[in-house]
């Protein structure tokens, strides 16, 4: 079994930064991918960002040159520039084909 905890999130002003992190537990393989997708209202469930188990990270269309991730060992971070209310969501971190509970990001002033 294994378990994504997400921390971050929450109410963020436009134009501001998102930090996300994603830890791993339990029974982990090696060198999986890892990463952070979202669910806008009204939209299907999107990737955001990804880092592949070659390495390679992909980026969502909606956010690329807005995203960086980093990934070391079981934890994967996520930090997101210029927020707009659209990015308002629940984002979801994976590893591998586990998924995590989702943490809700609002942006609003």
């Known amino acids: 079994q294994v378990h994504l905890e997400e921390s971050g999130g929450g109410l963020v002003q436009p134009g501001g930064l998102l930090r996300l992190s994603c830890t791993a537990s339990?029974?982990?393989?090696?060198?999986?991918?890892m990463g952070w997708y979202r669910q806008v209202p009204g939209k299907d469930r999107e990737l955001v960002a990804v880092e592949l188990s070659d390495g390679r990270v992909v980026y969502g269309g909606s956010v690329e040159g807005r995203v960086t991730i980093s990934k070391v060992g079981i934890t994967v971070n996520l930090q997101m520039n210029n927020l707009k209310p659209e990015d308002t969501g629940v984002y979801y971190c994976i590893r591998g084909p586990h998924w995590g509970q989702g943490t809700q990001v609002t942006v609003s002033s």
């Open positions: 339990g029974s982990i393989s090696p060198a999986e991918r």
